[in-house]
């Protein structure tokens, strides 16, 4: 049974549902599998070792999922090999490969949640009445603890960048 947390965020100002846990710094970070632009199963293990920004977003063909996106990817220009930056949405691994190649977005790496919603319902960012992902941010260690967790309020609004490469930067 997946847990419901009833009005924890809005969607252009109505209360929506998110499915999962709310995730918290000190957890371990939950596993989860979704599929890179290739079709090929992505996990937390893939990317053990690193720090990771998971930079969670509604879908990519929207202004501030766009500008979000294109935000990281310009971090993690500067912050290095031993952080990975992955955006997670719904949308379809062609429209998330098609979108990148447009955006020119080569720092950081998307992935779809599309298939069945494993990211969302791990990280507690799935909305129930949109078959969305919340907007979030979760930075991850290289021993796999959650070191910082934001869930946008409202989902159409932008994550503080700032805070979240800072938590990135520490971890290193």
């Known amino acids: 049974?997946?847990?419901?947390?009833?009005?924890?965020?809005?969607?252009?100002?109505?209360?929506?549902?998110?499915?999962?846990?709310?995730?918290?710094?000190?957890?371990?970070?939950?596993?989860?599998?979704?599929?890179?632009?290739?079709?090929?199963?992505?996990t937390l293990e893939d990317s053990k070792g690193k720090v990771r920004i998971f930079s969670v977003v509604p879908s990519l063909?929207?202004?501030?999922?766009?500008?979000?996106?294109?935000?990281?990817?310009e971090e993690a220009a500067k912050l290095g090999e031993q952080?990975?930056?992955?955006?997670?949405?719904?949308?379809?691994?062609?429209?998330?490969?098609?979108?990148?190649?447009a955006a020119g977005i080569e720092q950081v790496q998307t992935v779809s949640d599309h298939r069945d919603l494993s990211f969302g319902t791990a990280y507690g960012v799935a909305?129930?009445?949109?078959?969305l992902l919340a907007r979030a941010v979760f930075v991850v260690d290289a021993a796999d603890q959650v070191v910082y967790v934001e869930y946008v309020s409202e989902a159409t609004e932008h994550p503080d960048y700032e805070a979240a490469v800072e938590a990135a930067q520490k971890a290193l």
């Open 1 to 42: 049974m997946v847990q419901e947390r009833k009005g924890a965020i809005t969607f252009k100002g109505n209360p929506v549902t998110l499915l999962g846990p709310e995730v918290k710094p000190g957890m371990t970070a939950p596993n989860f599998s979704v599929l890179d632009n290739d079709l090929s199963p992505v």
């Open 61 to 73: 063909d929207t202004g501030v999922c766009d500008a979000q996106t294109r935000r990281f990817n």
């Open 83 to 101: 952080v990975k930056v992955i955006t997670v949405s719904v949308d379809l691994p062609f429209a998330q490969k098609r979108w990148c190649g």
């Open 127 to 131: 909305i129930q009445e949109l078959r």
